[in-house]
């Protein structure tokens, strides 16, 4: 397994452009932890979670049942967050700890793989909207560049042509997605602490199928895992969409400095505190993908020192509203589908 990404020695050559921001920001305490602030994040919502259950038995077989999955819903993308943050070492300094703590917040918490997503972020991170590299802008169902547009096929082909309709709804399948990718990963073999995840996993699958079934009716029971799933999936689609979706994409030939290659990439979301605490501190996108291991309450800190340093060089910081920030992205979704909403010339 890759461990969370970090920057490399290499990355911060003495001199170097991000080297200078490095030390501005080290020199402003910025990189130091925050175990306090953590520990009242992690208290907060493991009781918020404790306090969802209790009602979910107290409610018993009834509709008002809908009020809870949705709830369980939010829930489960903030303990996603806290398991983005234990990946990149935010929360704990060494490795082992992250690691066993994020197995038990991301696999036993909400069924989601945290070795799998581990690798993929940090792939994501060392080359963000890279085309070649990017796990994330990978043509699967949606494409993100024309030239993608122009070599998909089959079910890629089709949704592409109105794409921007339908990211929303698509989204309703994330948290489906992401479970099956777990299972996928645990069943393949490579996988770090593969028995760990695989015993977790299937203990979080068992209790949650166990609740639900013997609580409530099948009919009940089936709707509620429609919306808390379903819900789940908007909810992480609206806290990582805005982050990189719309921005500048490059391919593997194309690779400005580290310090360019994150901040022209990434699009920071303004906000107030409702805002940070919905999206994690991933609205403060240029940050974190310039400082990885920063924990999440100094990112609004480093904003102002990182927005005057690239106005300095004269490097484009991109910042903008919560809507325009969908906007922004799914205008870009319909113009990279424009290939195939062309008619093809005879051959």
Same mark, same amino acid.
Request: with cysteine; hydrophobic share 55%; aromatic share 4%.
């Given at each position: 397994m890759t461990t969370p990404a970090h920057v490399s020695p290499a990355t911060a050559q003495p001199g170097s452009d991000y *080297? /200078? %921001?490095a030390r501005q920001i080290s020199d402003a305490g910025l990189l130091r932890r925050r175990p306090l602030s953590y *520990? +009242? /994040?992690f208290s907060l919502v493991g009781g918020a979670l404790c306090a969802a259950w209790v009602m979910f038995f107290r409610l018993g077989d009834s509709w008002p049942q809908l009020v809870t999955a949705a709830v369980l819903a939010v829930l489960s993308g903030q303990i996603a967050l806290l398991g983005h943050d234990l =990946?990149? /070492?935010q929360v704990f300094r060494g490795r082992r700890r992250s690691e066993s703590v994020g197995l $038990?917040? *991301?696999?036993l918490g909400i069924g989601l793989s945290y070795g799998w997503w581990t690798d993929k972020h940090t792939r994501h991170h060392a080359h963000p909207n890279n085309e070649d590299l990017d796990p994330d802008i990978q043509p699967d169902v949606l494409v993100w560049s024309q030239g993608q547009a122009r070599s998909s096929t089959g079910l890629t082909r089709s949704v592409g042509r109105v794409q921007a309709y339908l990211f929303f709804p698509l989204l309703t399948l994330e948290g489906f997605n992401l479970h099956a990718s777990a299972v996928k990963a645990v069943v393949r073999p490579g996988l770090g602490r593969r028995r760990a995840e695989t015993i977790l996993l299937a203990a979080h699958f068992t209790a949650y199928l166990a609740a639900l079934f013997l609580v409530l009716s099948p009919g009940r029971a089936l709707v509620f895992l429609l919306v808390h799933k379903c819900l789940w999936? +908007?909810?992480?689609g609206m806290i990582f969409a805005p982050n990189h979706k719309g921005m500048p994409t490059c391919t593997g030939d194309e690779m400005p400095d580290f310090l360019r290659r994150q901040v022209l990439t990434s699009r920071n979301v303004r906000g107030n505190w409702l805002v940070d605490i919905a $999206? @994690? @501190? %991933?609205?403060y996108q240029i940050e974190h993908h310039l400082f990885p291991a920063m924990p999440t309450p100094h990112l609004r800190y480093a904003r102002p020192l990182v927005r005057a340093y690239? =106005?300095?060089l004269g490097v484009d910081y991109h910042e903008t509203g919560l809507l325009r920030s969908y906007r922004e992205a799914l205008r870009e979704l319909h113009r +990279? @589908? *424009?290939p195939l909403r062309t008619p093809r010339s005879p051959a």
């Open positions: *080297a /200078r %921001l *520990a +009242v /994040r =990946a990149h /070492r $038990l917040v *991301a696999d999936g +908007v909810y992480m $999206l @994690g @501190g %991933l609205n690239c =106005a300095q +990279v @589908g *424009a």
